[in-house]
Nanobody, 114 residues
């Protein structure tokens, strides 16, 4: 499975960004797609995960600001991020879990700064 994320960039505090991640070379159905992030000097942490047909999970810090969605026909996962804060600055990685394992995309940098 190959994952390619798009949509990162520089945004002012309070702004919005929409990340997308498309999966290719898929051999098995994707059970879970999600987004993680890693800020400088910190460990990678989950942001939101969307199991296929299951309940979506958000990290506590999301606080209703982000929305994850999936388009299974396109094997794509999205992350709509609103009300961004400087502490949301990080490299955001998409993740997919199939019967053959867990896969990561390269990441896309989100910088929230005035």
């Amino acid at each position: 499975v190959q994952l390619q994320a798009f949509g990162g960039g520089l945004v002012q505090p309070g702004g919005s960004l929409r990340l997308s991640c498309a999966a290719s070379r898929i051999r098995y159905n994707i059970n879970v797609m999600g987004w993680y992030r890693q800020a400088p000097g910190k460990q990678r942490e989950p942001v939101a995960t969307a199991p296929n047909g299951g309940a979506i999970n958000y990290a506590e810090f999301v606080q209703g600001r982000f929305t994850i969605s999936r388009d299974n026909a396109k094997n794509t996962v999205y992350l709509q991020m609103n009300s961004l804060k400087p502490e949301d600055t990080a490299v955001y990685y998409c993740n997919a879990v199939t019967l053959s394992g867990r896969y990561w995309g390269r990441g896309t940098l989100v910088t929230v700064s005035s």
